[in-house]
């Protein structure tokens, strides 16, 4: 029995694939392949397989197009299109295009910002416009070079955790194949979230604080920690972001720090406490010198205080002075001869020295043996201590008054005869000023 075998011959339809590439020097680049058969018809089936540039991409054929938009990585580029599909024959094409670099933009603006409150924004596009994603941007700033990468709208953040101060913040991007380099630099003005008072103050002065919060705005009514002269201050600061401190210590040199809650800046200052008072010292003089006690005044920063009332107490009595354009505050002497304790005070600061007055009139009390005649002296000298000559002196002694004229020394001598034994008092007078003393008489 013979046995027979039957085959099906299908022939293979042929295919033409041609391209269109649609672009205007760069990218995205707009391919087109289409796929007619032997009879001219466009093919409904299959796929174009699609070598860009070493890329492969397959793409469905829809009534003999397959289309594809691309963003190619380099000016040169091989495009290849091969059509496969079952019962059709295979077809391809390849064509060459070249890109032509394209420019690109770094955007930057100028900012003035708080410490640690503040994102910086950097843009990079072509030049137009378009977004570049995925791109590394080196920047510098501050002694410190870094990298970013763009995000998918070509933006990068910077965290500007800078003292204050005035910074350049320099960006580059170098480029790549198809992208030309650019760069840019800005201004970026960091401002402290602390600012810091005088360095000078006086007794009884407030040290003020003014804090701002990250917005820049006054940080109000929040708890601040001051270190101020080793000791722990919790402060709460007013409406206006204003902490202070009531200064009642000693003069010298204190150390003050300083710490932000909002922003978590800290800041040290190194501040003087001042006398506020100065230059007052002992004051020696003649009686009728006119000689004044002198203090000079300052205000709560340690500057000069002018036109602002000091209280001088002596004697019991307490006097008001105000001081002049230069801060000096004057109290005339006028007292008898003594010393005395004097006292200047000026908004709860107190120093205080000794006024001596010396008497013009110099005498001693004496003691002596019994005798025929005793006699006591009286130097005379004028309110600049130079002797007085030929000048009469009153004596006063058991109610009779003698003159007696000083010598070339300045000396003036009465001489008493007789005197018992006991204690006898006598004054001597010159001008407006007596002066009392014993004889002693054994």
Same mark, same amino acid.
């Given at each position: 029995?013979?046995?027979?075998?039957?085959?099906?011959?299908?022939?293979?339809?042929?295919?033409?694939?041609?391209?269109?590439?649609?672009?205007?020097?760069?990218?995205?680049?707009?391919?087109?392949?289409?796929? $007619? *058969?032997?009879?001219?018809?466009?093919?409904?089936?299959?796929?174009?397989? /699609?070598? $860009?540039?070493?890329?492969?991409?397959?793409?469905?054929?829809?009534?003999?197009?397959?289309?594809?938009?691309?963003?190619?990585?380099?000016?040169?580029?091989?495009? /290849?299109?091969?059509?496969?599909?079952?019962?059709?024959?295979?077809?391809?094409?390849?064509?060459?295009?070249?890109? %032509?670099? #394209?420019?690109?933009?770094?955007?930057?603006?100028?900012?003035? @910002?708080?410490?640690?409150?503040?994102?910086?924004?950097?843009?990079?596009?072509?030049?137009?416009?378009?977004?570049?994603?995925?791109?590394?941007?080196?920047?510098?700033?501050?002694?410190?070079?870094?990298?970013?990468? @763009?995000?998918?709208?070509?933006?990068?953040?910077?965290? !500007?955790?800078? =003292?204050?101060?005035?910074?350049?913040?320099?960006?580059?991007?170098?480029?790549?194949?198809?992208?030309?380099?650019?760069?840019?630099?800005? !201004?970026? %003005?960091?401002?402290?979230?602390?600012?810091?008072?005088?360095?000078?103050?006086?007794?009884?002065?407030?040290?003020?604080?003014?804090? $701002?919060?990250?917005?820049?705005?006054?940080?109000?009514?929040?708890?601040?920690?001051?270190?101020?002269?080793?000791?722990?201050?919790?402060? #709460?600061?007013?409406?206006?972001?204003?902490?202070?401190? =009531?200064?009642?210590?000693?003069?010298?040199?204190?150390?003050? @720090? !300083?710490?932000?809650?909002?922003?978590?800046?800290?800041?040290?200052?190194?501040?003087?406490?001042?006398?506020?008072?100065?230059?007052?010292? *002992?004051?020696?003089? &003649?009686?009728?010198?006119?000689?004044?006690?002198?203090?000079?005044?300052?205000?709560?920063?340690?500057?000069?205080?002018?036109?602002?009332?000091?209280? /001088?107490?002596? *004697?019991?009595?307490?006097?008001?002075?105000?001081?002049?354009?230069?801060?000096?505050? &004057?109290?005339?002497?006028? $007292?008898?001869? #003594?010393?005395?304790?004097?006292?200047?005070?000026?908004?709860?600061?107190?120093?205080?020295?000794?006024? @001596?007055?010396?008497?013009?009139?110099?005498?001693?009390?004496?003691? +002596?043996?019994?005798?025929?005649?005793?006699? /006591?002296?009286?130097?005379?000298?004028?309110?600049?201590?130079?002797?007085?000559?030929? #000048?009469?002196?009153?004596?006063?002694?058991?109610?009779?008054?003698?003159?007696?004229?000083?010598?070339?020394?300045?000396?003036?001598?009465?001489?008493?005869? =007789?005197? +018992?034994?006991?204690?006898?008092?006598?004054?001597?007078?010159?001008? +407006?000023?007596?002066?009392?003393?014993?004889?002693?008489?054994?």
């Amino acid at each position: 029995m013979a046995c027979i075998k039957a085959f099906t011959v299908i022939d293979v339809i042929n295919t033409v694939t041609s391209l269109a590439i649609d672009y205007v020097d760069f990218n995205p680049v707009n391919i087109t392949a289409y796929v $007619l *058969n032997q009879f001219g018809i466009p093919v409904d089936c299959g796929e174009v397989i /699609f070598n $860009l540039s070493g890329n492969i991409v397959p793409v469905n054929v829809s009534d003999g197009v397959a289309n594809i938009i691309y963003n190619f990585t380099s000016c040169s580029n091989e495009i /290849f299109a091969e059509f496969n599909a079952i019962g059709y024959g295979q077809s391809s094409f390849n064509q060459s295009i070249n890109l %032509n670099p #394209k420019g690109t933009i770094i955007y930057l603006t100028d900012i003035t @910002t708080i410490y640690n409150g503040y994102e910086y924004k950097i843009k990079l596009t072509d030049d137009n416009g378009n977004p570049l994603s995925g791109k590394n941007l080196v920047y510098t700033l501050n002694n410190v070079t870094d990298t970013l990468v @763009t995000d998918e709208n070509g933006e990068a953040l910077l965290n !500007i955790n800078l =003292n204050d101060g005035v910074y350049v913040i320099e960006i580059r991007y170098d480029g790549e194949e198809i992208y030309l380099n650019s760069s840019n630099s800005s !201004i970026i %003005n960091v401002k402290s979230s602390i600012n810091l008072p005088s360095s000078n103050y006086t007794y009884g002065s407030k040290y003020i604080v003014s804090l $701002l919060d990250k917005d820049s705005n006054p940080l109000a009514n929040q708890t601040v920690s001051i270190v101020f002269a080793g000791k722990t201050y919790n402060l #709460k600061t007013d409406s206006n972001g204003k902490a202070s401190i =009531n200064i009642t210590l000693k003069p010298g040199t204190y150390k003050v @720090t !300083i710490k932000n809650p909002d922003t978590l800046e800290e800041k040290n200052q190194t501040i003087k406490v001042l006398k506020r008072i100065t230059e007052n010292k *002992n004051l020696v003089m &003649y009686y009728g010198a006119g000689s004044s006690y002198k203090v000079r005044v300052y205000d709560d920063y340690g500057r000069i205080a002018k036109n602002v009332t000091v209280k /001088f107490k002596i *004697n019991g009595k307490t006097y008001s002075r105000k001081t002049n354009n230069n801060g000096y505050a &004057y109290l005339k002497i006028s $007292l008898k001869p #003594k010393k005395y304790a004097i006292s200047a005070t000026y908004k709860g600061f107190t120093v205080k020295n000794n006024v @001596t007055v010396k008497s013009t009139v110099i005498t001693k009390n004496i003691t +002596k043996k019994k005798a025929k005649t005793i006699k /006591f002296t009286a130097k005379l000298v004028n309110y600049k201590g130079k002797i007085l000559k030929y #000048k009469y002196i009153k004596f006063k002694f058991k109610s009779k008054i003698y003159k007696r004229k000083t010598n070339a020394k300045g000396i003036a001598t009465l001489s008493l005869k =007789n005197l +018992k034994r006991g204690k006898h008092v006598i004054y001597s007078t010159y001008g +407006k000023l007596t002066i009392k003393n014993t004889i002693r008489i054994k």
